[in-house]
């Protein structure tokens, strides 16, 4: 990918908050922007992302998303491959640097709200925002790439490259804990055994199932009360 300096600066103020769109100048910081293409280094080689079946996009389509707390938009994608945000720009496309702190994003369309969280971990880097608070609900989704596989003979046909997208994953951030939201409410008490009783008990008259993405936001309306 070109890479291109950015002399751009972040300085989202309250006449920005007025402003009906908002531009690279405004969300960029001395930072590198890479000019996007559709492709990605395997190796040794680049595949496009036209030769792969699936998408590697949270949405395939560009969505105009509110830029922080303020009221101004910018046209944005989600690449769940790659956990990076790209903006548009008079036509041009833009992947922001992953190693880079961003404003958050909310769609305007469907409300969900992106953030950028650094973990510490393999998970460091993009999640939405299900709730907000002391406890914080964050899912992330990623998607897989399967390399093609070649026909073993005649009679047999081989496999295209693909993505996938895969299961959502939750977390809980608090404090200075960031874990990975367990199967049942028992392995959830043990990591947050400082509120295991109420856990287990709104779990268990609530019938909050870890795996249901509503009973999650629940749960963390009430961790927040």
Do not use: C, W
Request: aromatic residues 12%; hydrophobic residues 35%.
């Amino acid at each position: 990918m070109k890479s291109i300096i950015s002399i751009l600066s972040i300085v989202l103020t309250a006449s920005l908050a007025q402003a009906q769109q908002i531009s690279l100048r405004e969300i960029s910081s001395n930072i590198k922007f890479n000019q996007q293409i559709d492709e990605f280094n395997n190796g040794k080689e680049k595949i496009k992302y036209a030769d792969i079946q699936g998408i590697p996009y949270y949405y395939s389509k560009f969505i105009d998303a509110k830029v922080g707390e303020t009221s101004g938009t910018i046209p944005i994608r989600y690449n769940i491959f790659l956990d990076t945000v790209e903006v548009s720009e008079k036509g041009t496309v833009y992947e922001l640097p992953k190693d880079e702190p961003t404003p958050s994003f909310t769609f305007t369309t469907t409300k969900e709200k992106l953030v950028f969280v650094k973990t510490n971990d393999l998970y460091s880097g993009h999640f939405f925002e299900l709730n907000s608070g002391k406890y914080r609900i964050l899912k992330k989704v990623v998607a897989k790439y399967t390399a093609a596989t070649p026909a073993p003979n005649s009679m047999i046909a081989g496999t295209p490259a693909q993505f996938s997208t895969q299961k959502p994953m939750y977390f809980i951030q608090f404090e200075n804990s960031f874990i990975k939201i367990p199967k049942n409410a028992k392995e959830l008490a043990a990591e947050m055994p400082h509120k295991a009783k109420e856990i287990k008990e709104f779990m268990d008259k609530n019938k909050i199932k870890l795996n249901r993405e509503e009973d999650l936001i629940k749960l963390g309306n009430f961790l927040n009360q």
